[in-house]
């Protein structure tokens, strides 16, 4: 097998292992919330940029209330500990945290960020942290982002 | 540098009168709308930041949350993009076009030159790219000629349509072509020539009952936004070999951008009139 379909296999593969989460922690209404947002978001990275729109999608998360960050930071640590619980409540916005934990778990696993960055997430410093390492990962993220997020794209087309 | 002080670089573009001649200037508007919108939607974090330029302070001095200093916001980045407007810019899309007619000549087509102008406020690209990251809806924008554009599809497609309605389908097809056979008639995209006082301007659209079940659950919700300005002239050429495609076209030119040629054509945006039509054979 060459490397580059290794590394592809190894993306959809978390792209499975991601939705799976993603399905059991959502009800129905934030299901169809994250299949139009994993729908148009891919194309919307590719045209406005990676960094702009993760800040546009953490934005719509609704993670200026405080409840809100603590339960998605509790859920995204877990997940990451491969024993994920918690749910994402029924608000317009769970789509948004849906589709931002996708994200945050591929980068996390393919060990691109670092876990003190995700702790750090409900704070100002962080966040003023998330858009300099962004920023500086740019190129890497870009390059390895695109064929998980379709994964995760074509699974929720097929699945919800 | 540290990257946030060169997004805190951009905002100065927004809040300084005098830089706004090198806004029109130097800046790509994709790119200035897409890096803006970074500080856009991490206010918070970009308020809280020690070294304050001016354009952040004023949005920690107001004294409301967070929401409505992020409405304020995108007014102000709406009404600043509204002053673009770059003369030069719209002398080089109208050169373009002269050169893209001259070498269509040189391959013997028959070209018909059109202009148009805006009567109302212009919509065309909605669910596009330009600006959708604040304000959720876009232009159809042409990064490299840094000048919103009708795409020469979009012009085609209403074209065809109304012949299709006028003159029935079978005739459509002997013009635009089916899966079987190509057409013969070609367009370019449509870009701006002249501009009376702006390109964009900025609007509102404030829905109350969308997706309401009642008066109870009624909520009136402004969405801001970008429009393309009216007394805009766009230019475009339609170019073809086969004489006999002309005629008809250009019977149906005037009436369908009459009737609208963009978004939201039923509540009377996106109305031109046709000001100029030249056949060069």
Redesign the interface.
């Known amino acids: 097998m060459t490397y580059e379909s290794n590394v592809h296999n190894k993306d959809y593969k978390l792209a499975l292992d991601a939705f799976k989460i993603i399905l059991q922690a959502s009800n129905e209404k934030t299901k169809e919330g994250f299949r139009s947002r994993a729908r148009d978001l891919v194309e919307e990275i590719y045209t406005s940029g990676f960094v702009p729109t993760f800040f546009y999608i953490f934005s719509k998360a609704g993670l200026e209330d405080k409840n809100k960050m603590d339960s998605f930071i509790t859920f995204l640590s877990s997940a990451l500990r491969d024993s994920p619980n918690g749910k994402l409540e029924e608000k317009e916005d769970a789509s948004y945290r849906a589709y931002l934990f996708i994200i945050l778990f591929y980068l996390s696993k393919e060990e691109i960020i670092n876990n003190t960055i995700l702790d750090n997430l409900n704070n100002v410093d962080g966040q003023l942290g998330l858009i300099n390492e962004f920023y500086a990962k740019a190129p890497i993220i870009s390059a390895r982002l695109r064929t998980y997020l379709i994964a995760i794209k074509r699974l929720a087309e097929a699945l919800i | 540098m540290?990257?946030?002080q060169y997004?805190i670089k951009i905002l100065e573009f927004l809040d300084n009168e005098e830089n706004k001649v090198s806004l029109n200037k130097n800046i790509n508007l994709f790119s200035f709308l897409?890096?803006t919108?970074?500080i856009f939607?991490?206010l918070?974090?970009f308020m809280?930041?020690n070294s304050y330029n001016s354009f952040l302070e004023k949005y920690s001095i107001i004294d409301c949350d967070?929401k409505h200093k992020k409405a304020l916001m995108k007014r102000k980045i709406a009404e600043s993009i509204s002053k673009y407007l770059d003369k030069e810019l719209l002398k080089q899309a109208n050169a373009y076009t002269d050169n893209l007619k001259s070498m269509l000549k040189k391959l013997h087509y028959t070209i018909i030159d059109v202009k148009i102008i805006t009567r109302t406020k212009m919509l065309v690209g909605v669910s596009?790219?330009l600006g959708?990251?604040v304000f959720e809806s876009g232009i159809s924008f042409d990064p490299y000629m840094n000048l919103p554009y009708i795409p020469a599809s979009e012009i085609k497609g209403i074209i065809r349509s109304y012949i299709e309605d006028k003159l029935g389908e079978q005739e459509a097809k002997e013009i635009f072509g089916d899966t079987e056979r190509e057409g013969s008639i070609n367009f370019t995209d449509a870009y701006p020539v002249r501009a009376e006082n702006f390109v964009f301007v900025p609007d509102v659209i404030t829905p109350h009952y969308s997706k309401k079940k009642s008066e109870a659950d009624a909520e009136p919700t402004p969405i801001i936004h970008l429009t393309i300005a009216p007394k805009v002239t766009f230019r475009f050429l339609i170019y073809y070999k086969r004489e006999d495609v002309g005629k008809p076209v250009c019977d149906t030119l005037p009436i369908v951008v009459i009737k609208g040629l963009g978004a939201r054509s039923s509540v009377g945006y996106s109305l031109f009139e046709l000001t100029g039509l030249e056949v060069v054979r």
Request: cysteine-free; charged content about 10%.
């Open positions: 540290q990257i946030n997004l897409s890096t919108s970074i939607n991490m918070n974090v809280s930041e967070i596009t790219s959708k990251l």
